[in-house]
Structure formats: C-alpha cells, structure tokens
C-alpha cells in the first residue's frame, strides 16, 4: 500500500516535535525540526515510519544572532530500543536526515527502554543511511546509557558516520563480554563518550533468538573455535538471544548447578543488517 507522507513540515520550540505511538505506514520527509525539548519521540507499537531530507536543529541561526545562544535546549530523536520482535513493529528508519547544531551534552539520537512494551531487551535497531551532522560536538552522537536490563544492545553504522569520528562502518554496541566476545581482536573499542559503549569497526553483527527445548537450560555456552561466551536467559523468556558476527558456533546448555543439559533448539534469525556479511542460522 502507498504510505503517506508529511511534506515540508516545519516543527518549532515544542516538548516533542513529532510523537509516535500506534502509528505507522507514513514519510516525514523535506522538513524543519528545531528547537523542541525532543525534535521527535519513536515509541512502541509504531510500524514503517521513516524520515527522509530532513533536518534537526537543536538552535537556530536566528536564536543565535539574536538572542546569542549557543547551546540546545534539547535533543534530537528519542528513540525506543525495545520494539516488539516477530511482528510487525518496527524502529523508525533515517534516510538522509542531518543533524545541526547539537553541542553542550545535547544529543542527536537518543535510545531510550519504553515500559508499555511487551518485549524486556533489544528488538530492531533503526538503521539509517545518508546521515550528517554538522556544528554538532562527537559527544553528540549516539550511545547506550548504562542500564542493566539492556545488555544486549546495538546499532548499525553502515557509513561509518554515526560512530566516533575517524571510525568506518560498524557498530555502536553496549560495551560488554556478551556483545564483543566473538569480534575479531582490536575491533571494539570503548566509546570516550560513555563507557557503557563500545564502536566494533569492520564488523557485521545480527541477532540470533535460541530456543531451548528443555527448560532446564539455563544458560547457553556459545564458542566460535576461538572464543567462548557463556549466555544467561533473555529478560522475556526461556531463550537466548546473542547478537554475533558471521562465523561458524557451535554450544551446549547447562542448568543452575553448571551441568550440561542435552537439548535440540530451535532458531530464529532477526532482521537483517545493511552490511553483507552477516550470520544465518545456518551458521
């Protein structure tokens, strides 16, 4: 069906500039979002939202000759990272949005855990393409705050834009064990910004759902005939989810008293990257 569309929209000086809720199937594209405490909130329940040509600005030129400011009052996307997964809720997606002027610990893309959603951890990151930020502080750019009911947390960089400055393409990850184990060595590095992040530079990663048929099995000890990674259950059930890179895995189950537990998962892969080289369940 044909999406509809928000054309040259101009949003200014508001508590949020855009609020998605239930919503779904529609552009906002060719528009100015200035000034506003959030240019735009993505929460739960939304479906095929996308921004195209548009522009953030956390102030003005007119504030700033006029009124002399030099700092934001707010941010810019405030983004939920924890959609429902398996349907047909999605995070919002960017194509050529620029952000302007956001400096003074004011940030561009804020990823935020929404507690109306039915799903405890990661659902589907927002990927984005054609982003630029201009005046705007590195401290600006994304990251992952430090919360524990997260740890399994990633956002793709396929341009090599939205990481730190003098990184490529990769990924911005929550900065643990759990999400750089499998990495090649020397390609995650703790983001300066904030050390709950990390940028993984050249790495393609997806997440993979394992569904044990025992429920026993507590935890999931997952190796790549290099590294080995021991995986507790995810926040909304008995299975595991582990966000990897292309490679060969193989591993077994264990219970509560660390014994091994013989099983036959299921397995489910999530939605696909934009880089190519990402894992299957094949692997």
Avoid at 68 to 85: D, E, M, V, Y
Wanted: hydrophobic letters at 30%; charged letters at 20%; proline letters at 5%.
């Amino acid at each position: 069906t044909n999406r509809g569309v928000l054309d040259n929209i101009k949003s200014y000086k508001n508590e949020e500039g855009f609020k998605h809720h239930i919503t779904g199937n529609f552009v906002i594209k060719n528009s100015l979002i200035a000034e506003n405490n959030y240019g735009m909130r993505h929460g739960v329940w939304n479906t095929g939202l996308e921004l195209q040509d548009t522009v953030f600005k956390g102030f003005t030129d007119d504030s700033e000759q006029r009124k002399g400011l030099k700092c934001p009052n707010g941010h810019g996307i405030r983004a939920s990272f924890n959609t429902a997964l398996g349907g047909t809720e999605d995070a919002v997606k960017l194509t050529n949005v620029t952000f302007s002027k956001y400096k003074c610990g004011k940030r561009t893309i804020v990823p935020y855990f929404d507690p109306r959603s039915s799903n405890k951890g990661m659902g589907h990151p927002i990927q984005a393409t054609g982003t630029s930020f201009v005046n705007s502080e590195e401290s600006s750019k994304p990251y992952f705050g430090c919360m524990d009911y997260s740890s399994r947390l990633y956002m793709e960089d396929i341009e090599g834009t939205l990481g730190p400055n003098g990184k490529g393409p990769g990924f911005i990850v929550r900065n643990n064990k759990e999400m750089t184990a499998f990495a090649p060595e020397g390609k995650c590095s703790s983001i300066s910004t904030n050390g709950c992040s990390a940028f993984c530079e050249d790495v393609c990663l997806r997440m993979i759902r394992i569904n044990p048929a025992n429920s026993d099995s507590t935890k999931l000890v997952l190796t790549n005939q290099v590294q080995n990674m021991t995986f507790s259950r995810d926040p909304n059930g008995n299975f595991f989810s582990v966000v990897v890179p292309d490679g060969s895995y193989s591993g077994h189950f264990l219970d509560t008293n660390n014994n091994e537990v013989l099983d036959l998962p299921s397995l489910q892969a999530y939605k696909k990257p934009l880089c190519s080289n990402y894992v299957t369940t094949d692997n």
